[in-house]
């Protein structure tokens, strides 16, 4: 696939997540060793082979991802461009909707288009009083 | 303050944490509104004011923070410069060594110099059997 924009990039990544469409996901990252994915608690996935396993796994456990996206910071210099955006997971049923999470994607322009070359979640602090799923407690220390 | 190169800004950024020095700390981020720094478990800081405010409060918690870093990605095209590291903290007296954190660093070219534009963390899994302290139970999910 090649991306014109790095938002174009990127709107087929969230799209790719939501059809739970590995190939299409897989095809809007860089296929060089440069390439990192940090997703929430799984070990960090470094070059192409390392990513699309991490996403292989991802997907099959987690099914098709609608997540809704807010957006914080564009930097866009030359053939870099940074975007720093909140994700929100729908609901579970019968729970509170989580937390966000926040997430910097990272596009570079190549002969081919742009394409992704790092992805990196951290869990935003959970608000006063709520409990994620399974997991009641205090929230770990930094 | 002013920097050459991107390494020399990261440098400076992890002698002034070792330091605990807030005013070379902040010396090394670029002033303007697109700015972004996010700490593990901290509010989401966005422009030169919320960083300066979030680094005060953190270095009057922590006092000095001696991290070591360990070099995982190098992404440096014109302008920008990404670098993703492992950052580890040391032992807290009669704890094991707790895990390491991931960390993005994003540096930006300025007529100034280099600064850093953006920062993130994010938890790596805890090795198994690994309880921080103060916060036994199974990690949160994603």
Chains 1, 2 share one sequence.
């Not at 070990?43 to 609608?66: C, F, M, N, R, S």
Request: proline share 15%.
């Amino acid at each position: 696939m090649a991306f014109d924009t790095p938002e174009a990039a990127e709107d087929a990544y969230y799209d790719a997540l939501e059809a739970g469409d590995l190939d299409a996901l897989i095809a809007i990252w860089d296929t060089g060793d440069d390439v990192a994915c940090a997703l929430p608690m799984a070990p960090l996935a470094t070059g192409h082979g390392e990513v699309t396993a991490t996403w292989q796994k991802a997907l099959a456990a987690l099914g098709p991802i609608d997540l809704q996206t807010r957006h914080i910071r564009w930097i866009h210099a030359g053939d870099m461009a940074i975007h720093l955006v909140e994700e929100m997971a729908p609901a579970p049923p019968g729970h509170p909707v989580p937390p966000g999470i926040y997430a910097t994607n990272v596009y570079r322009r190549f002969d081919s288009g742009w394409h992704m070359v790092l992805h990196q979640n951290s869990p935003m602090p959970p608000p006063p009083g709520f409990s994620p799923p399974g997991a009641p407690g205090e929230p770990p220390r930094p």
